[in-house]
């Protein structure tokens, strides 16, 4: 396979190993959207001990301030980080980050623990969906079970204009979070205000009592619960404290909150004058909103400091998307680092005849090189605040994307390569210095090599029962287990049959090869007949991913409870309620219930 200037493969090979050749049309569509010319890059990436050569006299200054001399090649010793190479001879500088080899992964780690859709998991003081307050509790009780870790959905912000986008993989930023889940009476001044709350909160309670979840209706009590608080806030010094470290980030996705709930969705379509953050007019409109752009920021601390409580009870994974809303406010931060030209995708495949087009739209490689890595890095540092762990969606876009042009379908999309060395490096030096394990999500199309190269940043394989022909004990140690994904059948919906009737009463015609394989790995695996009652199969398919020798286990909350909906049904819209279905208990009786102490017992031993 070989890859042109900009970065565009020549074609690729599919699950069924058959080739698919880069059509001029497609690679003509993808130059396009690149727009300028390959530009130089801004960053120089190095690992630990390497003695690099350098082109002549240079002087460094580390991240401590310190500042060294170098001749012709850079000292052995430099600590990892994010340091700044200055060529003496003409000024020329660029950031030298300094990687660790691998990924933070201490020996002998053996955890398992639950994988959860947060918003799912309620209790009954919920205000109609899981919060912050439910994620503490969520990890507390999972660590009386032996529990070590927790994987949860990506808590990402999403644009604040209604409808509210139910997605958490369509997050408007990856660097902020979602206010929808703030706990809103741990807010400061919420014990003051407990008897003006007390409305807002039976309301939101009331929400609980259907499992479909109305994000728009918490949002509008929430927002109004919240806005009474921050109008009688007085300060606080840790509030300026987060501002500080966060700066202009912060900042520019409070301004852009802003404008999105004057303006609506969707920054191409605003008054011209606010479409760049930088714009003199994006500047006047901040300082004339100054108090509903600090509300926002406020939102952000608060949201911050709920995550940093819940995170001590055990380890939480962070779950980081592939990328972002083409109208929110990363991509309206870093519009001339990625293109809306082109989304990502996935070429079409055995379980998908007409490939996916996922709507986000991606780095372009070489002005992402330009710019340092430093959306990159900020995406990175941000996702692992307050986790102990990362879990990184389509792990395989470090490699390479499927991009699809503007306009075009799947069929017509081509792989982009990304420069894998330096944002593995990242990735490493993120992990070590968050102490976080890495877990990369490589189902699908891999090409050959990626796993091997995962594997030496101690990056974990991602093996899923669903999808694996070998049983759990043959798994590789360094890897999650799981037996399904939130865009797989639950083990009810396949067993019972469920998932397959949803789909045809939708008008889908999924692949019944597929869900006949699936089903027969979930037999052999657990070792039942067909009629076998779906609780004996959940309770043996468990023990067996017990015997996996893999680093870390997880089982899902769903097949925890029997349910038999999934949490997402890929290629659908309003078909189905993606991203919006409660478990169907709340957490006190989850914490009660039989099945979840019996997947415990067989995932703990050993680990």
């Known amino acids: 396979m070989t890859t042109d200037a900009w970065g565009i493969t020549d074609g690729f090979h599919d699950l069924a190993g058959e080739w698919h050749p880069t059509s001029d049309e497609a690679r003509a569509a993808i130059r396009a959207s690149m727009g300028e010319a390959v530009a130089a890059p801004a960053a120089r990436v190095v690992r630990e001990g390497a003695a690099d050569e350098i082109d002549g006299a240079a002087e460094l200054t580390l991240e401590d301030g310190s500042v060294l001399r170098a001749t012709d090649r850079l000292p052995p010793d430099l600590p990892p980080g994010y340091h700044r190479l200055r060529r003496l001879r003409d000024d020329h500088q660029v950031t030298l980050i300094v990687a660790p080899h691998r990924c933070h992964l201490p020996d002998g780690l053996r955890l398992w623990g639950w994988a959860a859709q947060l918003y799912a998991a309620r209790s009954r003081e919920s205000w109609g969906i899981g919060d912050l307050a439910d994620l503490r509790r969520l990890a507390q009780w999972?660590?009386?079970?032996?529990?070590?870790?927790?994987?949860i959905n990506p808590l990402a912000a999403p644009?604040?204009?209604?409808?509210?986008?139910?997605?958490?993989?369509?997050?408007?930023?990856?660097?902020?979070?979602?206010?929808?889940?703030?706990?809103?009476?741990?807010?400061?001044?919420?014990?003051?205000?407990?008897?003006?709350?007390?409305?807002?909160?039976?309301?939101?309670?009331?929400l609980n009592d259907t499992r479909r979840i109305d994000r728009d209706a918490v949002w509008k009590l929430k927002s109004e619960a919240l806005e009474r608080l921050w109008s009688a806030f007085t300060g606080d010094e840790r509030l300026e404290r987060y501002r500080r470290e966060q700066g202009q980030a912060l900042r520019e996705f409070a301004t852009f909150c802003v404008l999105a709930e004057r303006h609506g969705a969707g920054w191409q379509r605003w008054p011209e004058h606010y479409r760049r953050p930088s714009s003199p007019g994006v500047t006047s409109f901040a300082a004339e909103h100054e108090h509903r752009v600090a509300f926002h920021e406020w939102l952000q601390w608060c949201l911050d400091e709920q995550l940093a409580r819940a995170a001590p009870a055990l380890r939480l994974m962070q779950d980081l998307p592939i990328g972002v809303d083409p109208g929110g406010a990363d991509a309206w931060a870093w519009q001339d680092v990625l293109t809306t030209e082109a989304s990502v995708g996935a070429p079409p495949d055995r379980y998908n005849a007409d490939g996916q087009d996922w709507g986000l739209p991606p780095f372009v490689p070489h002005r992402l090189a330009a710019d340092g890595y430093a959306p990159f890095i900020q995406t990175i540092r941000a996702a692992l605040r307050h986790a102990g762990g990362l879990r990184i969606d389509h792990v395989m876009g470090l490699f390479r994307l499927f991009w699809v042009p503007k306009g075009r379908t799947p069929h017509h999309g081509a792989y982009v390569r990304y420069p894998a060395d330096d944002l593995l490096a990242i990735v490493a030096l993120e992990s070590q210095r968050a102490r976080a394990v890495v877990v990369g999500e490589d189902l699908g199309t891999v090409e050959?090599?990626?796993?091997?190269?995962?594997?030496?940043?101690?990056?974990?394989?991602?093996?899923?029962?669903?999808?694996?022909?070998?049983?759990?004990?043959?798994?590789?140690?360094?890897?999650?287990?799981?037996?399904?994904?939130?865009?797989?059948?639950?083990?009810?919906?396949?067993?019972?049959?469920?998932?397959?009737?949803?789909?045809a009463a939708m008008g889908r015609a999924p692949s019944r090869a597929a869900y006949e394989e699936m089903r027969h790995r979930l037999r052999v695996t657990a070792g039942l007949p067909d009629d076998a009652p779906v609780t004996d199969l959940i309770e043996r398919v468990h023990a067996r991913l017990g015997e996996a020798p893999s680093r870390i286990v997880t089982a899902t909350l769903d097949d925890a409870l029997a349910v038999a909906e999934r949490p997402n049904m890929p290629g659908t819209v309003d078909e189905w309620p993606n991203w919006s279905l409660a478990l169907p208990e709340p957490l006190e009786a989850i914490e009660q219930a039989a099945l979840p102490r019996t997947i415990a017992r067989a995932l703990a031993p050993g680990r």
Not at 178 to 186: G, I, S, W
Not at 465 to 493: C, K, M, R, W
Request: aromatic share 8%; glycine share 6%.
């Open 448 to 503: 050959a090599g990626v796993r091997e190269r995962l594997a030496e940043h101690a990056v974990l394989s991602y093996r899923v029962v669903l999808f694996e022909p070998n049983p759990p004990a043959q798994y590789p140690e360094l890897s999650l287990a799981a037996v399904t994904t939130h865009d797989l059948p639950t083990i009810a919906g396949i067993w019972t049959g469920a998932d397959l009737e949803a789909q």
């Open 159 to 206: 644009t604040p204009a209604a409808p509210l986008q139910p997605s958490p993989y369509y997050p408007s930023s990856r660097r902020f979070r979602n206010p929808l889940f703030l706990r809103v009476e741990e807010v400061p001044g919420a014990e003051r205000a407990r008897i003006d709350l007390e409305r807002l909160a039976e309301a939101g309670r009331a």
């Open 142 to 151: 999972s660590s009386t079970l032996g529990a070590g870790m927790l994987l």
